[in-house]
C-alpha cells in the first residue's frame, strides 16, 4: 500500500533545465508503478537551502533522495544523516563528494563533454580564430570541470584560441554585458562558448543586438527551447545538450533500483536505468548517462516544444 | 462697540482629545477684525492645540468652527489657508533644503500656463514680502545659510504670503531678540490697521499688555475667562490662568558666595567663540545675558564636552580637568538642562522615570545591572521635589507639556547632585507659574550650594536672579556686571555693542 | 512655594501592572502565532511532532537566530548592519585558509571570532567615526567582505577541517539537544539580560528613542555604538563557525542572502526597524515561528519560493493585521 | 550662490566618471569610442530609470527594496501576455507594464500610508511575495527568444537618431524627472516632506500621500524597466534582476541621495547610475579578474559615500567676526 516515494532535489526551482528533468523522473514513476515524485529545491542556489530542504526529506523518511548540489562537500553532513537513517542517496548532473552519496551520475561524461564544446566551435571555424568562454558562476562545479577538460584538447584543434574565460553569474544582464566585453576586448572573436543556459542565451542576444550575426557564432550548452530563436537567426549555428528528460527519468530509475535493493552501487558494477540502458559505475562510483546530442537549423524544430 | 460685531472667527465649543489627555474640553474662541486677541494659559493649556485645529492640521473630536457666522471644516492646512488663515506656528515649519522663496511659497507656489511653478513670479512675490518685513537676504538663497532670526522672518514672511484675514502668532518672540521684538511689535500694529484679526500667543504679560486688545484664558484645556485688557490688570490675569496667586516677585536671596568650584581660563573655539575667562563661585548664580544667536549656548555646550575647544582649561576646585564629552562633564560635576527640550533634552520614547535616572544609573544600578526598585526611588524623590504633574512615572515623557519636560530635564540632573548646574534658557516657554517655580527652586539649589549657570535673554529674569551677570556679543564675553553696575540699559547696550555715549544721545 | 490652594498630586510608579502590559505586548501576539503555527503542522504533517524532526529543524533558525540578537540591539539603536552575511563568507575564509595550514579547532574559533570582530570594527569605524548612515555603508561593505572571499577563494573551496571542529555544527550536547541550539539558547540569554537588565541596555534604548538626547544625558553614544557593531560582527563570526562547522567546507558564496533572513526575523520579533523599541524574548519567539513555518511547509514539500511568500505575508501581517483592526474599531466606534 | 552649492558634489562624480573613463582607455582604447559609450549608456538606461525612481522614494525618507521583484514580475507578466496575444500592440504592452508597476507600487505605498508600516519593512515583503507571484503564474518556466514577437523584443533596441529607443526613454525619463522635481509642486513637495515631514504638515501636504505618491512612480517605473529589460534580453524567467535593488540603491547613493531624506537631484541619481554603469562596463574590459569585481564595487561604494559626506558637511554657525573671512 506504501509508494516508494523518491525525492528529486535540485539546484533551485524555475529553472527549464529541471523542470524537464522532473517530467523525466515523472515519467519514470508512472512506468515503474507504486512510485511518488517528490519535486523539491530551495529558493537560491545555496547549499544552506538545500540542506533545510534534505532535512525536510529525512523528517519524512523519503526512500531515495537524487540531487543535484549546489556544492560538492557542504551537503556531505546532512546526505549521511540521510543514509544513516536508511535513506537511498545519488547525486546527479552536479555532483556531491563520494563520501556523502552512493553514486552519482553524469549526464554525460566529462571528457566528452569538455570536447563537444570545443568541437562545436571549431567545426565552424575550418581556419581557426579566437574564441571565448562565457561560464556561468565561478563556483559552479560541472561548468569548471568541463572548461577544464575542453582546456586539456584545445591543442587538438590546430588554429583555435582560447582567449578568456568571463563568468556571468547565470545572470541574464550580466552574462548580456560580459559578451558585450568579449566583443569589445577581443575584435576577431569568431566564437562564444558558454556551456550554460542562461549564458548561451544572453550571448546570443549580445551577438544579434551588435548585429554580428555570422561573424561570431555562439555555441555551448542550452535547451532547444530555449535557443530555438537564435538558431532560427543564426546567432547560434549549433549547440549541444543530453536530454535532461531523460537525465531525470535515470535518475529516478537509479534510485529506485538501490532503494529496492535490486541493484548495488559499487565500482565496477552497473545499474539499470530503464530505457536508457544500464549506467556503469567507475572506481570513484561515477557513471555516465549518454553522450551528448547535437542540435542546429535541421532538428531543432522537432525538439523546441519538448524540452 | 467691537463687542457688538460678529467675530471673523468663531470656535464654539471645540474638544480635542489625544490619547490620554483631554487637550481641549469645549473651548469658545471669538477674534475679531482689527483687533488682538490674547490666548493665554500654562503649559499644556492647549494653546497650540487651538493653533492646530484653527489652522487644519488637528481635526476637532466635536464642536463647530465658523468663519463670519457660517460653520466650515478643514481637511488639511491648504484648506485652512484659503479660508484666510494663516499662523506662524510655536515649531519652526520650515525646509533647510529649500531656498527661502519656495519655503515661503511652498504649497501654494504662483503657475505658469502650463502648471509648472513660475520661479520667476515666485521670487518677485518673495522679495517684495521680505522687503515689506525689513528683510535683506536674498530670496534666492538656501534656507539653511540663514541665521535663526533670519529664519523666524522667513516664517513671518511665509504666513503674511497667504491672503489672509485671521493672523495667529503662537509664542512668536521667544526666538527673537529686543530689536527683532520691536520690529515684530510693529509688523503687528499693521496687520491691525488692515483689518486683520490676530490671535497673539505668549507667555510674556508686558507683551501681552502692549499689543492686545482682548484676551482669552485656557487652563487645563477649558476656558476660564475672556474680556478686554483694558478690563483687567497683571494679577487678575494670572490668577484667572494659574487659578492662584503667584508672588510675580523674584525670590529673596542672602548671596553667601564662597570659595571658587569653576575657572574657566582662554576658552577658545575656531569659529565660535574665543577669550573666554571667568570664575564661578559655591552657591552663586552667575547670569550670562546677551542677545540671541551671541554664542552663549555655544560656548555652554563646549564646557559640558559637546562641542571641542580649540583651547582653554577648565578647572575645578583647583585642579585641571579636561572635558572632552558629556560624560566627562557630569563626572566632573558639571551637568547642563539645554535650550532645546525635545530634542536635547528630554528623551521622548522612554518612560519619565528611566529620562530622570539615566546620568544617574552608575549609582541605581549594582556592578551594571538595572535595579528598577532603586530607580523609581530616585525618580520619585525629585518628581516630587519639583511637583511634576504626571499620570505615573512610567508615562512616556513625551505626553507631558513643555513645562513639565523642563522639570524631567532638571530633576535628571539634579539626581547626579551636580557641583556646577548650567541652565539656557530655563524659563523659555514655560508659563508663569511654573517659571515662579523654577526662579523659586535655583535660589534653593544656590542656596545649597550649588553653584548656578543661567544663560537667558530676559532682562528682568537675569537682573532679579543674578548675583553677577556676564554678558556676550559675538562669541566674546564684553563684560561682566555686578551689583548697581546691572540694570537693563547696561545689559541692553553692552549686549548691542552700543557705547555709553551713544546710548544716552539716544 | 507658595502651594496653599493646590495639594501635591500624587504621582503613581506605574499605570498599569505587569500583567496587564504582559497581555498587551508584540510577544504576546506572537507567541499565539507560534503556538497556532505549531499546532498546524502537527496537524498538516505526521512526521512534524517527532523529537528528532524538530531537532533538525533547529538548524533552520540557529545561525541566523544568533545574529539576529545582535541585530535587535543595533537596530534598537538607530542603526543597521547589511553585512552580517558577508562577514560570515570572510570569516569562514580565513577560517578555511587557516584549516589548511593545519590550524586546530581553537585556532580556528579563534580566527573566525577575530575576523567577525575587525568587521564589526571595519563598519563600525565609517558609521562612528566618519558619521556615515549604516545602511549605506554597509551595504558597501556587504561587496567589499563578500568581494575578499572572491578574491582569496575564486572558484575553489576550502574543505579538510578538524573532525574535532565538526563538533559546532553537527554534534548533540545532551538527547536531541544539538550544540548549535544550546550556543543560541545561551546568547539568547545573554543578549536579554544585556538588553534588558543593564546599563547599557538603557543606553541602547536610549540612544535609539533619541541619540542627541542621549549625548546630552552623558552617555558615550559613539562608543555604545562601536560596540553594537564589535557585537553584531563577533556573533557573524560565531555563526560562521557553526555554519562552516555543519557544512565542512567553505565557498565565497556561503550564506548568500542571510542578511535578509536576519532583518527579517529582528523585525518580525517586533523590533522597532526604525530605532527605540522592541525586546529579546520577541526575537526569540520570531526564530521559532521562522523555523517552524519553514520546516513545516518543507515537510508538506512546499517550494522554498513559495514558502518566502508566506514569510513575506507573515512579516507584513504580523504589523499590518493588528494596526487595520484599530482603524475599523475606530472607524466602528465613530460611526 | 545657490547654484555654486548644488552642483559641486555632481562636478566632482562627473569629474570621477571622466577619470575612470581615461584610466580605462589607457588599457582598451576602444572604450571611450563614441559607438562603445553610447553601448555603456544603453546598458545603463535601466539602472538609470530605476535610480530616478528610487531617488523620489529615498528623498521622501522611504526606501523601495521591491523594484527588481516589480521589474521581474511586470517583465514576466508582459512576456506572458505577448505569448498569449502576439498581436498586442507594443503600446499598449507599455501601457500595462507601467500601470502594473505602479499597482505593485501602490500596494506598497498603501501599506506605508495607510497602515504607517516602515518602508523597509513593506518592500522586504513586497520583494519576496512579488518573486514568489512570478513563480506561481510562470510554474518555474521561461520564456525564451522564440516565442515573444519579434515587435516585443524589437521594440526596445530599434535604433533612432543613432540610439537605441530603450536610451531614448532613459533620456525623456530624466528630462521628464528633471522639470517634475524643480518646476511641479508634486516635485517639490517631495524634498519637503523629506526634508522636515513634521513642517510639511503645516504647509498642507499630506505627508503619507506623498510617500505613496513616490512608491507609485517607483512602481511605475519599475514596470516600465520590466518590458524593457524582458525585451532587451529576450527572456523572462524568476530569477531575472535579482539583487538588482541594491544596484539601485548604491547608485542613488553614489549619487549624493542622503538616505535620511531631502537631500539629493536627478542629476546626482543620473551620474551615480553612470558611474556604476562604466566600472561593470569596464571591468570586463580591462582584464581584471571576475574574481576583483564585488570588492572593487564595494569599495566603490564605500568612497563615494565618505567622499559625499565629506562635501555636503554643514560648516555650522560662524559667531566670531574675525573668523568669518578665515572660513
Ligand atoms: N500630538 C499630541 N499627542 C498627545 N498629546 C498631545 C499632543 N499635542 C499636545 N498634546 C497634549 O495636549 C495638551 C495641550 O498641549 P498644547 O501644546 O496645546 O499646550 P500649550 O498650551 O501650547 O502649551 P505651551 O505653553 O507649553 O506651548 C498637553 O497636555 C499636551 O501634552
Ligand atoms: N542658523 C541657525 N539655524 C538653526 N538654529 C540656529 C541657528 N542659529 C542659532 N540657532 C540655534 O538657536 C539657539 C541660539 O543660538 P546660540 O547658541 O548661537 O546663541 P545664544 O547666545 O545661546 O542664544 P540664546 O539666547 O538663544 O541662548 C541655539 O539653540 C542654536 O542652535
Ligand atoms: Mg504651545
Ligand atoms: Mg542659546
Redesign the interface.
Known amino acids: 500500500e506504501d509508494n516508494m516515494r523518491i525525492a528529486l532535489v535540485v539546484k533551485?526551482?524555475?529553472?527549464?533545465f529541471f523542470?524537464a528533468a522532473a517530467k523525466g523522473a515523472e515519467e519514470a514513476a508512472t512506468e515503474l508503478g507504486g512510485v511518488e515524485i517528490?519535486y523539491?529545491?530551495?529558493?537560491?542556489t545555496?547549499?544552506?537551502?538545500q540542506?533545510?530542504?534534505i532535512?525536510?526529506l529525512?523528517?519524512?523518511?523519503v526512500d531515495a533522495i537524487a540531487i543535484s548540489a549546489n556544492?560538492?562537500?557542504?551537503?556531505?553532513?546532512a546526505l549521511k544523516k540521510a543514509m544513516s537513517r536508511g535513506i537511498t542517496v545519488i547525486s546527479w548532473d552536479s555532483g556531491v563528494a563520494s563520501d556523502g552519496r552512493q553514486m552519482h551520475l553524469n549526464p554525460s561524461s566529462n571528457p566528452l563533454i569538455g570536447n563537444m564544446i570545443i568541437k562545436l566551435a571549431a567545426d565552424h571555424l575550418p581556419d581557426g580564430g579566437d574564441v571565448a568562454v562565457l561560464s556561468a558562476?565561478?563556483?559552479?562545479t560541472n561548468q569548471?570541470i568541463w572548461i577544464d577538460e575542453m582546456n586539456k584538447v584545445t591543442g587538438e584543434y590546430s588554429g583555435i584560441n582560447v582567449v578568456?574565460t568571463?563568468?556571468g553569474d547565470?545572470?541574464?544582464?550580466k552574462s548580456?554585458?560580459?559578451a558585450?566585453?568579449?566583443m569589445?576586448?577581443y575584435?576577431n572573436l569568431k566564437a562564444i562558448i558558454a556551456p550554460t543556459t542562461v549564458g548561451i542565451?544572453?550571448a546570443?542576444?549580445a551577438v544579434t543586438?551588435a548585429g554580428k550575426i555570422g561573424e561570431i557564432n555562439v555555441t555551448g550548452l542550452a535547451l532547444p527551447?530555449?535557443?530555438?530563436?537564435?538558431i532560427?537567426s543564426g546567432a547560434s549555428k549549433s549547440f549541444a545538450i543530453w536530454n535532461p528528460i531523460d537525465l531525470g527519468y535515470a535518475a529516478t530509475m537509479i534510485a529506485y533500483n538501490l532503494a529496492k535493493g535490486t541493484a548495488t552501487a559499487e565500482a565496477g558494477k552497473s545499474i539499470p536505468m530503464g530505457r536508457m540502458g544500464e549506467v556503469a559505475l567507475d572506481g570513484n562510483s561515477e557513471g555516465a548517462m549518454a553522450d551528448p546530442f547535437v542540435y542546429d537549423a535541421s532538428n531543432i524544430d522537432a525538439f523546441?516544444s519538448i524540452f | 462697540m467691537t463687542d457688538h460685531a460678529t467675530p471673523v472667527v468663531s470656535m464654539d465649543a471645540i474638544t480635542k482629545t489625544f490619547p490620554g489627555v483631554k487637550a481641549l474640553d469645549a473651548v469658545q474662541l471669538d477674534l475679531y477684525a482689527g483687533q488682538v486677541t490674547a490666548l493665554v494659559g500654562e503649559n499644556g493649556a492647549g494653546k497650540s492645540t487651538t493653533v492646530k485645529i484653527l489652522t487644519g492640521i488637528y481635526f476637532p473630536d466635536g464642536g463647530t468652527i465658523r468663519i463670519d457666522g457660517e460653520p466650515v471644516t478643514f481637511a488639511n492646512a491648504n484648506a485652512a489657508a484659503d479660508a484666510g488663515i494663516t499662523a506662524i506656528h510655536q515649531e519652526t515649519v520650515l525646509f533647510d533644503e529649500l531656498s527661502v522663496a519656495e519655503n515661503i511659497f511652498i504649497g501654494h507656489a504662483p503657475r505658469t500656463r502650463w502648471g509648472l511653478i513660475d520661479k520667476a513670479a515666485m521670487q518677485r512675490a518673495a522679495s517684495k514680502l521680505l522687503h515689506d518685513i525689513g528683510a535683506t537676504f536674498d530670496p534666492r538663497a538656501l534656507l539653511r545659510n540663514l541665521g535663526i532670526a533670519n529664519k523666524h522672518l522667513v516664517a513671518v514672511a511665509r504666513a503674511l504670503s497667504v491672503d489672509a484675514r485671521v493672523v495667529i502668532m503662537d509664542e512668536p518672540t521667544a526666538a527673537l531678540s529686543h530689536k527683532e521684538i520691536e520690529e515684530l511689535y510693529e509688523l503687528v500694529e499693521t496687520l491691525k490697521k488692515q483689518g486683520k484679526a490676530i490671535l497673539f500667543i505668549s507667555h510674556k504679560f508686558d507683551e501681552i499688555f502692549r499689543i492686545a486688545d482682548r484676551y482669552t484664558v485656557f487652563r487645563d484645556g477649558g476656558l476660564v475667562g475672556t474680556g478686554l485688557i483694558s478690563e483687567i490688570n497683571e494679577d487678575a490675569l494670572i490668577q484667572l490662568m494659574v487659578g492662584r496667586t503667584v508672588d510675580h516677585i523674584f525670590p529673596q536671596r542672602t548671596p553667601n558666595v564662597a570659595e571658587d568650584v569653576l575657572q574657566v581660563v582662554g576658552y577658545a573655539h575656531p569659529t565660535e567663540f574665543a577669550d573666554i575667562n571667568f570664575t564661578l563661585k559655591r552657591g552663586e548664580i552667575l547670569g550670562f545675558y546677551g542677545l540671541v544667536g551671541a554664542g552663549r549656548s555655544e560656548f555652554m555646550q563646549s564646557l559640558f564636552g559637546i562641542t571641542k575647544p580649540s583651547k582653554g582649561v577648565c578647572k575645578i576646585n583647583g585642579s585641571i580637568r579636561v572635558i572632552r564629552s558629556p560624560a566627562d562633564a557630569v563626572a566632573n560635576g558639571i551637568v547642563y538642562v539645554p535650550e532645546d527640550r525635545g530634542k536635547q533634552g528630554t528623551i521622548i520614547g522612554l518612560p519619565i522615570f528611566q529620562n530622570i535616572t539615566l546620568p544617574s544609573l552608575g549609582r541605581t544600578s549594582k556592578s551594571g545591572f538595572l535595579r528598577l526598585v532603586e530607580e523609581f526611588k530616585l525618580a520619585r524623590e525629585y518628581s516630587e521635589r519639583l511637583d511634576l504633574r504626571a499620570a505615573s512615572l512610567d508615562q512616556d515623557v513625551g505626553n507631558l507639556s513643555g513645562g513639565n519636560q523642563q522639570k524631567v530635564v532638571i530633576a535628571k540632573w539634579l539626581a547626579t547632585q551636580p557641583q556646577v548646574i548650567i541652565l539656557d534658557e530655563p524659563t523659555k516657554g514655560i508659563d508663569i507659574g511654573s517659571k515662579a517655580a523654577v526662579h523659586e527652586f535655583m535660589a534653593e539649589l544656590a542656596a545649597q550650594g550649588l553653584s548656578v549657570i543661567m544663560v537667558s535673554s530676559e532682562i528682568p529674569e537675569v537682573i532679579g536672579m543674578s548675583d553677577r551677570v556676564i554678558v556676550m556679543r559675538d562669541g566674546r564675553i564684553e563684560a561682566e556686571l555686578e551689583g548697581d553696575a546691572l540694570s537693563p540699559e547696561t545689559l541692553v547696550r553692552h549686549a548691542a555693542g552700543i557705547s555709553a555715549t551713544l546710548m544716552e544721545e539716544a | 512655594m507658595s502651594d496653599t490652594t493646590m495639594t501635591a498630586r500624587y504621582v503613581p510608579n506605574r499605570l498599569n501592572n505587569r500583567a496587564h502590559r504582559v497581555l498587551r505586548s508584540w510577544e504576546a501576539l506572537l507567541l499565539v502565532v507560534a503556538v497556532g503555527v505549531f499546532v498546524l503542522n502537527s496537524f498538516a504533517?505526521p512526521?512534524?511532532l517527532?523529537v528528532?524532526?524538530l531537532s533538525?529543524?533547529t538548524?533552520?533558525f540557529t545561525e541566523k537566530g544568533m545574529i539576529a540578537f545582535a541585530m535587535a540591539l543595533l537596530i534598537i539603536s538607530g542603526e543597521i548592519d547589511l553585512s552580517v552575511a558577508s562577514i560570515i563568507a570572510l570569516a569562514s575564509t580565513a577560517m578555511g585558509l587557516a584549516a589548511q595550514y593545519g590550524a586546530g579547532t581553537p585556532e580556528l574559533v579563534m580566527i573566525g571570532l577575530t575576523v567577525g570582530l575587525l568587521c564589526g570594527a571595519f563598519n563600525a569605524f565609517f558609521v562612528t567615526v566618519l558619521g556615515l548612515p549604516s545602511i549605506v555603508v554597509t551595504i558597501g561593505t556587504m561587496s567589499l567582505f563578500r568581494g575578499i572571499s572572491?578574491i582569496v577563494l575564486?572558484?575553489g573551496?576550502y574543505?579538510g577541517y578538524p573532525d574535532s571542529f565538526?563538533w559546532f555544527?553537527?554534534g548533540y550536547i545532551y538527547w536531541v539537544f544539538t550544540a548549535e541550539i544550546a550556543i543560541f539558547a545561551v546568547i539568547a540569554v545573554i543578549y536579554g539580560v544585556v538588553l534588558h537588565k543593564t546599563n547599557f541596555g538603557r543606553a541602547v534604548y536610549a540612544i535609539g528613542n533619541n541619540p542627541t538626547g542621549a549625548l546630552f544625558s552623558g552617555i558615550r553614544v559613539q562608543r555604545v555604538k562601536f560596540i553594537l557593531f564589535l557585537l553584531t560582527g563577533l556573533m557573524s563570526g560565531v555563526a560562521a563557525i557553526c555554519?562552516t562547522s555543519?557544512?565542512?567546507?567553505t565557498?565565497?558564496?556561503?550564506?548568500?542572502?542571510?542578511e535578509l533572513s536576519v532583518v527579517t526575523m529582528v523585525v518580525l520579533g517586533g523590533i522597532n526597524i526604525l530605532g527605540g523599541s522592541g525586546s529579546i524574548p520577541g526575537v526569540v519567539i520570531a526564530a521559532f515561528v521562522m523555523g517552524l513555518v519553514?520546516?513545516g511547509l518543507?515537510?508538506l514539500?512546499v517550494?522554498?519560493?513559495v514558502?518566502?511568500i508566506f514569510i513575506g505575508l507573515l512579516l507584513i501581517g504580523v504589523i499590518a493585521l493588528p494596526r487595520l483592526w484599530l482603524m475599523i474599531a475606530a472607524k466602528k466606534r465613530s460611526a | 550662490m545657490v547654484l555654486r552649492h548644488i552642483p559641486i558634489r555632481e562636478a566632482i562624480l562627473g569629474a570621477a566618471i571622466l577619470v575612470l573613463l581615461g584610466v580605462v582607455s589607457t588599457r582598451?582604447s576602444?572604450?571611450i569610442a563614441p559607438a562603445?559609450l553610447a553601448?555603456v549608456f544603453n546598458?545603463t538606461a535601466?539602472l538609470i530609470i530605476l535610480a530616478l525612481g528610487q531617488m523620489v522614494v529615498i528623498l521622501t525618507r522611504c526606501i523601495d527594496l521591491s523594484v527588481a521583484a516589480n521589474l521581474a514580475l511586470t517583465g514576466m507578466v508582459v512576456a506572458m501576455l505577448n505569448v498569449a496575444m502576439p498581436g498586442l500592440p507594443i503600446p499598449v504592452i507599455l501601457a500595462i507594464a507601467i500601470l502594473l508597476g505602479a499597482v505593485m507600487g501602490a500596494i506598497n505605498g498603501l501599506l506605508v500610508w495607510k497602515l504607517a508600516i516602515p518602508p523597509i519593512v513593506v518592500t522586504l515583503g513586497t520583494m519576496t511575495i512579488f518573486r514568489g507571484i512570478i513563480?506561481l503564474i510562470?510554474?518555474?518556466?521561461?520564456i525564451?527568444?522564440?516565442?515573444?514577437s519579434a515587435a516585443f523584443t524589437g521594440f526596445s533596441?530599434a535604433a533612432f537618431l543613432g540610439l537605441p529607443v530603450l536610451s531614448w526613454i532613459a533620456i525623456v525619463t530624466v528630462i521628464v524627472f528633471g522639470m517634475m522635481m524643480s518646476r511641479t509642486a508634486l516635485g517639490r513637495s517631495i524634498f519637503a516632506v523629506g526634508g522636515n515631514p513634521h513642517a510639511a504638515v503645516y504647509t498642507g501636504i499630506n505627508v503619507g500621500k506623498t510617500q505613496f505618491l513616490a512608491f507609485v512612480l517607483s512602481g511605475a517605473l519599475a514596470g516600465l524597466t520590466g518590458y524593457l529589460?524582458v525585451a532587451?534580453?529576450?527572456?523572462a524567467?524568476?530569477?531575472?534582476?535579482?539583487g538588482?535593488e541594491l544596484e539601485v540603491v548604491a547608485a542613488c547613493v553614489i549619487g549624493g541621495i542622503s538616505i535620511a531624506g531631502g537631500i539629493g537631484s536627478v542629476g546626482g541619481a543620473v551620474l551615480g547610475a553612470l558611474f556604476l554603469g562604466v566600472v561593470?562596463?569596464a571591468?570586463?574590459?580591462v582584464?581584471i579578474s571576475?574574481?576583483w569585481q564585488l570588492a572593487i564595487s564595494g569599495s566603490a561604494i564605500l568612497i563615494a559615500v565618505a567622499f559625499n559626506a565629506r562635501a555636503g558637511r554643514s560648516q555650522g554657525r560662524v559667531i566670531l567676526k574675525s573668523a568669518e573671512g578665515s572660513v
Open positions: 533551485a526551482l524555475g529553472i527549464g523542470e517528490i523539491t529545491g530551495p529558493t537560491d545555496t547549499a544552506e537551502g540542506i533545510e530542504v532535512n525536510a529525512i523528517a519524512q523518511n556544492d560538492t562537500d557542504a551537503l556531505v553532513p558562476t565561478a563556483t559552479a569548471n578568456a568571463v563568468y547565470d545572470l541574464a544582464d548580456y554585458r560580459e558585450q566585453g568579449l569589445a576586448s575584435p542565451v544572453a546570443a542576444q543586438d527551447s530555449e535557443m530555438a530563436g537564435h532560427e523546441k | 504533517s512526521y512534524f517527532n528528532w524532526n533538525d529543524a538548524y533552520n572572491y575564486g572558484d573551496a574543505g565538526a555544527g553537527q555554519l555543519r557544512l565542512g567546507s565557498r565565497p558564496s556561503i550564506a548568500a542572502g542571510m519553514t520546516f518543507g515537510l514539500n517550494p522554498g519560493i514558502m518566502s | 582598451y576602444g572604450f562603445n553601448n546598458d535601466p513563480f510562470s510554474e518555474g518556466k521561461w525564451n527568444a522564440h516565442e515573444m533596441r529589460w532587451r534580453y529576450a527572456v524567467y524568476v530569477d531575472i534582476a535579482r538588482f561593470k562596463n571591468l570586463p574590459v582584464n571576475p574574481f
